[in-house]
C-alpha cells in the first residue's frame, strides 16, 4: 500500500501483457525504449514483455467516508478473466488500508474497460460497494458496445439499479475532487484532480491517458489499444503539462510505481489542440 496525502493507491493485480512492449507501443525509438527503462525498470519483462501493475486509487473524504477510482480486475470469472491476471486482490487490499466497502460512497470509472470494472460485483456476483454510485462520462457509455461483457456486467445492472450516474465534461464531484474528460484511449475517458489539503500536493489521477512509462518519457508515443491515438496524445501532452505547471504529482494504474512526477516526461508537452479546462 503507498499513500500519498488523501489518496491510497490499491494494487488489485500484477501480470504480464499479453502483447510484447514494442508490439503496444509501436513507433517508440531506442532512446524512448531506454528512457522508459530508467523511469519504471520493473516494467521490463523477460524478452521484450510487459510487466503491468493494475491499481486502484482511494481518496479520503469526511466522516470516514471514501472515493474511489477504478474498480480493477474483479473477480475470477469477471469480463477481464480473458486477459487480465485475475482473481485481483482489490478486497484484501482495501481491508488492509482500513476500508469498508459499504464507506465508498462513489467509484468513478475512468473508462468501461473490463480491468477497470472488475469488482462492481464481487465473487458471489453481489455488490461489492452496496452504497456507492458509479460515475462515468454520458460520452464513455454511449460509445460501449451493448456486446462489450463490460455493458451485461456492469452498465445494465447499476444502470437498473439506479446507480449508474453519466456526467457530461468536467464535473465536480465534491470540494476537492473534479472529473477532467481526457478522452483517447476510450471515447469519454476520464481523469481525476485530487486538491492538495494541508500543504500537500495536487494529484492527478491518470487513468489510461498514460499506461507505460514510454509514454511518460515520450509523450507522443501512441498505444496500439487506444481507441483516437490523436486525441489520446492530445490528452496526454496536455494532463502532463497541467501536472507540470502545477507541481503536481501523477497517481498512475499501470506503471510499477503508483506516484511518480511528471517531470520525467521530455519533448513539448504542450499541444496548440490541447483543450483540457484548467
Request: glycine share 10%; charged share 20%; with cysteine.
Amino acid at each position: 500500500m503507498d499513500r500519498y496525502g488523501r489518496v491510497i493507491a490499491l494494487l488489485d493485480s500484477t501480470g504480464t501483457f499479453f502483447e510484447p512492449a514494442r508490439t503496444a507501443f509501436p513507433g517508440a525509438s531506442a532512446e524512448d525504449w531506454a528512457r522508459a527503462v530508467a523511469l519504471d525498470p520493473g516494467a521490463a519483462g523477460p524478452d521484450g514483455s510487459w510487466r503491468l501493475d493494475f491499481r486502484c486509487f482511494a481518496v479520503s473524504r469526511p466522516g470516514g467516508r471514501w472515493v474511489l477510482v477504478d474498480a480493477g480486475v474483479g473477480p475470477a470469472h469477471g469480463p477481464a478473466a480473458g486477459w487480465a491476471p485475475v482473481p485481483g486482490r482489490l478486497p484484501a487490499a482495501l481491508a488492509q488500508a482500513g476500508i469498508d466497502p459499504a464507506d465508498v460512497e462513489a467509484v468513478v470509472l475512468t473508462h468501461l474497460h473490463e480491468d477497470h470494472a472488475g469488482w462492481v460485483r464481487d465473487a458471489a456476483d453481489r455488490p461489492f460497494f452496496p452504497e456507492a454510485r458509479y460515475v462515468v462520462q454520458r460520452a464513455e457509455v454511449a460509445a460501449l458496445d451493448r456486446a462489450d461483457p463490460v455493458w451485461d456486467w456492469a452498465v445494465a445492472p447499476l444502470r437498473a439499479a439506479g446507480r449508474l450516474h453519466e456526467v457530461d465534461g468536467l464535473h465536480r464531484l465534491a470540494p476537492g475532487l473534479t472529473l477532467l474528460p481526457t478522452p483517447g484511449h476510450t471515447p469519454g475517458h476520464q481523469s481525476v484532480i485530487v486538491e492538495g489539503a494541508d500543504g500537500s500536493r495536487e494529484v492527478l489521477v491518470t487513468g489510461d491517458v498514460l499506461v507505460h512509462a514510454v509514454q511518460l518519457g515520450s509523450p507522443a508515443v501512441p498505444y496500439s489499444h487506444e481507441r483516437d491515438r490523436e486525441a489520446a496524445r492530445t490528452s496526454r501532452r496536455a494532463l502532463l503539462a497541467r501536472a507540470s505547471e502545477r507541481g503536481a504529482l501523477l497517481a498512475t494504474a499501470h506503471l510499477r510505481r503508483a506516484f511518480v512526477e511528471p517531470a520525467a516526461a521530455s519533448g513539448p508537452l504542450s499541444d496548440p489542440s490541447a483543450t483540457l479546462p484548467s
